[in-house]
């Protein structure tokens, strides 16, 4: 009984979700993690592997 009137409750709701909404939702999303892979992958790419590579030659160079 419990799952008719869940159906019920679906199908007579009017609060306007579709699946346009949903979709243009899930693709900003997809968008915007993205820009935000882009953005760490450019600066992992040119900040730290540089000051990475850097150190570890002075590590090993070490005239102690």
């Not at 419990?2 to 009017?14: G, I, P, Q, T």
């Amino acid at each position: 009984m419990s799952m008719v009137l869940r159906v019920k409750n679906v199908l007579a709701d009017k609060k306007g979700e579709g699946a346009l909404n949903t979709a243009i939702t899930v693709l900003i999303s997809v968008v915007l993690g993205a820009l935000l892979l882009a953005g760490l992958y450019a600066l992992i790419g040119d900040v730290v592997l540089p000051q990475l590579k850097e150190r570890i030659i002075e590590m090993f160079n070490f005239n102690g």
